[in-house]
């Protein structure tokens, strides 16, 4: 069965375009556009917005700030077009950029524009109708994996992205990060949190390696053949991509693998990882160990890790909707889903599973 085509819809309130502006731009900046500019939204993701541009018979896609974000460094329109620009000649699962905007006139906000990867993205909800063989899902499942491992292989160094490597702990620099940005945006009491912070701390393993990470791998940011679910054909979502302990990478993939039987985060997990023949997330680190080599003797850390992380990125969108930053009622229960994470790391840690 075709798994459907990844579709826009109308664009959400508060998070419209100067679609005036923004089509002067493209015909100038892009002149073999020709025709009428329609723009819609890409409604998944909490973070940066992602519209299509639908520019006569050319899709391109474009990529913004949130309105109201403070969070500069998380929002590096420049740094994430460069990436790509330096990525897709080497990688082309990486969409291919084709340009940068700085001038603030046009969309209030630096924004760039990349080639679309037209294809399916599975995402929490089953497609009505839809099913796959469990050897079909497997066989995803270990495309997933076999995907990141060749990505952690890449040489970075080769494809200009040296700098990206900062001196020091990668490891330890992120957990004291992501614990001082909870601290930062923290608007409840919330035990657990502090709990798994406090347990990072003091367990940080030394980093494994130093690769090129994506840093939010998962199916929701992967785009698939809607012939051939086995077959990735693109991976979005690069803002946070970086040179790192590629185990951080696995434990980010393994936090949003749900399996059954598994409390229900109100994380965007796909619905794939619980369909009869997908593997379990303890079948996803050896199928990563066999490949890469690593040991994951430290792997309980960095699944931890991913949770509390994960927690943390929710927590400041929901910051960002209590001070009143954003419209969009999605953020309004998300403290629910910062307290469930933190509940699921302490379980982790006390149980030594995950």
């Known amino acids: 069965m075709t798994t459907p085509i990844d579709t826009p819809r109308a664009i959400r309130e508060g998070e419209e375009l100067n679609l005036a502006a923004l089509e002067a731009y493209l015909k100038d900046s892009l002149p073999q556009l020709s025709g009428g500019l329609e723009v819609s939204q890409f409604p998944s993701g909490f973070s940066n917005l992602t519209y299509l541009l639908k520019v006569g018979d050319t899709d391109l896609v474009l990529r913004r700030p949130p309105f109201g974000s403070k969070v500069k460094s998380a929002h590096d329109m420049g740094r994430e077009y460069r990436v790509l620009s330096a990525l897709h000649p080497v990688y082309p699962c990486a969409p291919k950029p084709l340009l940068l905007c700085d001038d603030m006139e046009v969309l209030g906000a630096q924004f760039y524009v990349m080639e679309r990867i037209k294809g399916s993205i ?25 995907n990141l491992a060749d990505l952690h292989a890449l040489d970075y160094q080769a494809a200009g992205l040296g700098d990206l490597r900062k001196e020091g702990s990668y490891v330890a620099r992120q957990v004291k990060g992501w614990i001082e940005r909870y601290h930062g945006s923290a608007t409840d009491d919330i035990p657990t949190m502090i709990q798994a912070a406090e347990w990072l701390a003091a367990n940080l393993p030394a980093d494994s390696d130093a690769t090129l ?22 991976v979005l979502d690069w803002e946070m991509c970086t040179i ?98 933190g509940q699921r790391s302490v379980e982790c840690i006390e149980s030594g599973k995950f």
Not at 122 to 131: N, Y
């Open 213 to 234: 990470v994506h840093n939010d791998y998962k199916y929701d940011n992967v785009v698939l053949d809607p012939d051939d679910l086995t077959k990735i054909i693109g």
């Open 244 to 341: 790192g302990d590629p185990l951080m990478d696995l434990g980010v993939m393994l936090s949003y693998w749900l399996e059954d039987g598994d409390p229900k985060m109100g994380t965007v997990q796909c619905f794939l990882t619980m369909e009869p023949g997908a593997l379990t997330r303890r079948e996803i680190a050896d199928h990563y160990a066999a490949i890469t080599g690593r040991s994951l003797d430290n792997i309980l850390f960095y699944y931890v890790f991913a949770l509390f992380k994960l927690a943390v990125i929710v927590q400041q969108i929901y910051y960002r909707y209590k001070q009143g930053l954003t419209k969009d009622e999605r953020f309004a229960p998300l403290i629910f889903m910062v307290g469930a994470l």
């Open 122 to 146: 599975l995402r929490g909800k089953k497609p009505e109708g839809w099913a796959a063989a469990p050897a079909t899902v497997r066989a995803s499942g270990l495309a997933m994996v076999k």
